[in-house]
């Protein structure tokens, strides 16, 4: 069984891509591996905390309705969202990693946030940009 590997943040963005993994691990009999990662520090009080596992709470009801086999990872190590999403995806020999992206300016679509472009530049599979409505 192959792994599908999506990097969720409680945004329109991370609903889309969470919708898509969930579809492209139907599609693929594959299990699919939920990322949330925060970095941390003084703006991650108990507060965010307990919204994070609200949010999580959420995704794994909405996982466990899909009857697909999955995994959450609820991440706060101090590391870019981008350096998880990499590592998470090698580490379990990912066949799709799926992020979502954010409508851009004009001039915001001339780069793409730090995140995204290192995860398109930098994992070691094939990578599933999606855009949210």
Do not use: W
């Not at 090698?90 to 915001?108: D, Y």
């Amino acid at each position: 069984m192959g792994t599908v590997v999506v990097g969720y943040v409680p945004k329109p963005e991370g609903e889309a891509a969470l919708a898509t993994a969930i579809s492209e691990a139907r599609l693929r009999g594959s299990k699919l591996v939920v990322v949330n990662s925060h970095r941390g520090g003084h703006d991650f009080d108990k507060s965010e905390a307990e919204k994070a596992e609200d949010d999580m709470s959420r995704v794994q009801q909405v996982l466990e309705e899909s009857g697909l086999e999955f995994d959450i990872r609820q991440l706060v190590r101090g590391f870019e969202p981008a350096e998880d999403l990499i590592s998470i995806a090698e580490a379990n020999s990912a066949e799709l990693l799926v992020i979502g992206l954010r409508r851009r300016s004009p001039v915001g679509k001339l780069i793409l946030g730090s995140n995204a472009q290192r995860i398109l530049l930098d994992a070691h599979c094939p990578v599933l940009a999606v855009k949210a409505d």
